[in-house]
């Protein structure tokens, strides 16, 4: 086996821009490009190899790859739009609808137009005030349903501005919004399941409304006091650079500074995905040159040595 050179999937959803083409040379033939998936193994969804024995193959074709419990989904985000307020379901959530799984994902911001913000959560007003008045549970609610039918959502959620490197970690529960002029990287369990709360208005291709499912999302929705994953965000100076390391139960997940070269032979696969520069990933057979936008799947227990002046996204299983 060796690292394998992935083919980009791409996303032409309506509020996507053009960032991923240009600036990260990922090609399709459709616009706008809102998102890239670096690596999937979906039913619908597979990655293809460009590069050695395995060439125009699917990644789910390739051996040792476990396509039915594939574990992460890695993107690359260009909001030219703001993006639907959300929620994705945990575990006990998902189980009640037939076909959905839980999410927890991480955003990375690898760029953003100045007074970028997201939505994260609801503000310190709306909670406060409802633990003064001690609403839990449905009443709790409620009270979010009311806000949600009125179309005054937004007024109830914590918007932050972002800037460049920022990290946020998003837990299923967690109402959330990726805001208009933001590029970010994306690492997530491997499920599409989102519930809509909110999308302004928006009308889709069709000429109508976009699809809200606000029972589901209603039903998803936690507080900042409930359900919290285990999380860290470390950074380490080593010899070769600074590596900034992203922690939970389902993924870790790293942002490599990379100046010189490191070694890395891992008991599962792990995925690179080039933020910016190049480098080269050698192993005992071959060296693959990657530049900004490349996506490399590595199998487990291939010995790799990456080496440039790059900054890289790494990202893999839990445990």
Known sequence: MYPLLLKPIIKNYIWGGERLIKDFGVESDATPAAEAWMLTCREDD???????????????????????????????????????????????????????????????????????????GFNEEFESGRIEKNLIGKEYFSEIEQKIKEGKITE????????????????????????RGILLAEVQQNSDTTYRLYDYGRLGRDGRPR??????????????????????????QLPYGSVRRVSCDKFVAEIVELDGDFSDLSEKFFSVVVLSGDGAITWDGGTLAVKKGDSVYVPAGVAVTVRGKCSLLISRPAG
């Open 211 to 236: 699809e809200l499912h606000i029972e589901k999302a209603i039903d998803a929705v936690t507080t900042a006091k409930k359900g919290l994953h285990p999380f860290s965000d470390v950074t380490e």
């Open 46 to 120: 597979v990655n293809t190899v460009l590069n050695g024995e395995y060439k125009g193959r699917l990644l789910s074709d390739v051996p040792g790859v476990d396509a039915e419990n594939f574990p992460l989904l890695v993107k690359l985000i260009d909001a030219e739009s703001d993006l639907s307020v959300q929620v994705h379901p945990d575990a006990a959530c998902a189980a009640k609808y037939p076909g959905d799984s839980e999410k927890t994902e991480m955003w990375y911001i690898v760029d953003c137009a100045e007074g970028a913000s997201l939505i994260h």
């Open 156 to 179: 109830i959620l914590r918007r932050t501005e972002v800037r460049p490197k920022d990290l946020y970690f998003v837990e299923p529960g967690t109402v959330h919004a990726i805001g």
